[in-house]
């Protein structure tokens, strides 16, 4: 028997490791009831079995308020942010075939945290309320992470090529940048935008509702389903450009199309829950130690890892001070930084 | 460009006069009008009127401490970009200037941190830290320190630190509103105290770096090489280490985190008078100071009467200047 199951349906088609569909099986029921689990916590503590019920609309009224309408959306808004980026990563850590490549490192959340804090700053009044509906965000985060995505693309665009250690410098100081432009934003804008925005940058998924959720679902699901269609190539990117093209693929093109869905991915995340660090650098590296380096396994396994990462950072960003609320994206970068000085370091050893 | 030691001398005393130049231009240029007899009268007949005040509390103060921060942080690129052999080097990229913001803020939220000397030791510690933790980051792994590892390992810690801050501003909304304007990076509104309190540090580091030309040169030549010709190659990176982390966290401290500085002056100085270190570091000094007077000049007139914060002019012109530099191509 082999020990690979080929999955294919049109031309998505890839290799999967039987290993790697316990392994996403595993991971899914954990992430279930990780979510079940963190619906039960918090100020109100409700069991696992009243949770369920009250997800179904049948516990008591309370109950069904309180893990409905509250901590529902935010949770599966940090499930999703966290699947986003992790994806984001995975890609990007794929194209530039750095391991240390994320969106947050080359300056994506950097540029959507600008257009975001740009249009919170310029769309208040004097009463700090804000001229445009909210609903408008999401497009201002997600035009500045294409944007960025694709500024950083062209720029490092030399002698009709990409070389990803260009484009990782490139986005590291045009990421500075942004943060410059981000806090002139803050400071031009009243007080009120500015602790807003600041919350927002750091990364939180507080407050979230069902609108909010809604319309970031369709957003990452749509996203995979074309990341699937490109799962092949981007194994193909791995192999480094003289053999990629040996390989006969369009690598230019290729990595065209996979900034694009990185960026879109990241921007899509970042809109709703902002700028939650280090999130795309270490589920790809957490999911690579699980299920290898093919693609077909490693993106949903990177998901499903980046959505408990943030899920678990916004449990501990609720509860640990309650009540005071602490951005999610503190936690993850407390984590994220050590973790990557780790992967320095081990790059000695190999 | 400049070759032979006369004309970099008279080089020298160019710059010099039009850094004063722009003194003036930033002492008598801004909202309010004032004359260059004002400023004269300003120091020998103090009266009390408005301009008066101005020039000796405002305009003064800032025209000096612009000078002094660019300066320093022209000189502190200067010298990264030397030790590390990475063309990208400087403060901000980093992460140095992240890590000294961390502290200040840390102090300013916590501990209700308000004098001068406090503020100074802490972006000192902040400095230090991130320095070496990004070093260390940097070095390790088999091909040792290479300019793309040691910038990776800078952005990273430059978004910890970041990302620190703000997790502290978020939790506390009285010190956000303090200190985000100099979180911004800003010449405007400083004491003269603040520049007298860092001066000791800042003068000390500027004066080691001159002193420090002839051992850069020969540690440019390679670190064998060096070693060969009976360099102690450890104690000049340490002293480097130590006149990076003076000046860059007093700069930190008098005006918070200003980029980009410490990437663009080291270029622009070494394509005047070549790679001798000697000459490298003073006209560093001299286009740095220069560079933050002009931007702080120009930055109260972009969105009259209110300010851009003097390091967003900064990133705006260093921006470009960085991918300029990426793309011209960096040794990997």
Sequence with gaps: ?350 | MIQTTPLRIGGLAAGLLLMLLLVWASIVFGLTDITTRMVVDSVYRFDSSNEHIIIRDARIPRALIAAAVGASLAVAGAIMQGLTKNPLASPSIFGINAGASFFVVLGISFFGTASLNAFTWLAFTGAALAAVIVYTCGSMGRDGLTPVKLTLAGAAIAALFSSMTQGILTLDERALDQVLFWLAGSVQGRELELLIAVLPYLLGGLVFALFMGKQMNVLQMGEDLATGLGQKTILVKLTGAAVVVLLAGSSVAIAGPIGFIGIIIPHIARWLVGIDYRWVIPYSALLGAMLLLAADISARYIIMPAEVPVGVMTAAIGAPFFVWIARRGISE
């Design chain 1, 1 to 350: 028997m082999s020990r690979h199951v080929v999955i294919r349906a049109g031309k998505a088609s890839f290799l999967m490791n039987k290993k790697s569909i316990w392994i996403l099986t595993g991971l899914t029921l954990l992430t279930v009831a990780l979510i079940i689990v963190s619906l039960g916590i918090g100020q109100l503590a409700i069991s696992p079995v009243n949770v369920v019920q009250a997800v179904f609309g049948a516990g008591t009224d309370m109950e069904n308020l309180v893990v409905r309408s509250f901590r529902m959306p935010r949770i599966l808004l940090a499930v999703f942010a966290g699947a986003g980026l992790a994806m984001s990563g995975a890609i990007l850590q794929g194209i530039i075939r750095n391991p240390l490549a994320s969106p947050d490192i080359i300056g994506i959340t950097a540029g959507a945290s600008f257009t975001t804090v740009a249009f919170l700053a310029l769309f208040s009044d004097r009463s700090n309320t804000l001229t445009v509906s909210i609903h408008w965000m999401p497009l201002a985060s997600f035009i500045g992470a294409v944007a960025m995505g694709f500024l950083v693309y062209f720029l490092s665009w030399k002698r009709g090529g990409i070389a990803p250690v260009r484009l990782v410098l490139i986005g590291v100081g045009l990421s500075a940048a942004m943060q410059a432009m981000t806090t002139m934003m803050m400071v031009l804008g009243p007080i009120f935008t500015a602790s807003r925005a600041n919350v927002w940058i750091t990364g939180s998924v507080n407050g979230t509702n069902w609108t909010e959720v809604l319309t970031v679902i369709p957003w990452i699901f749509g996203l995979t389903a074309i990341l699937f269609f490109y799962a092949r190539r981007l194994n193909v990117q791995e192999l480094g450009e003289d053999l990629a093209v040996n390989a006969g693929a369009l690598v230019q093109k290729d990595r065209f199309v996979l900034l694009f869905l990185s960026s879109a991915l990241a921007g899509g995340a970042v809109a709703f829950a902002g700028g939650i660090g280090f999130v795309g650098l270490m589920a790809p590296h957490i999911a690579r130690q699980l299920v290898g380096s093919s693609f077909g396994a490693l993106i949903p396994v990177s998901a499903l890892i980046g959505g408990m990462i943030v899920l678990v950072a916004d449990l501990i960003a609720r509860t640990a001070f309650a009540p005071l609320e602490i951005p999610a994206g503190v936690f993850t970068a407390a984590i994220g930084a050590p973790y990557f000085i780790y992967l320095l370091y081990r790059s000695r050893n190999k």
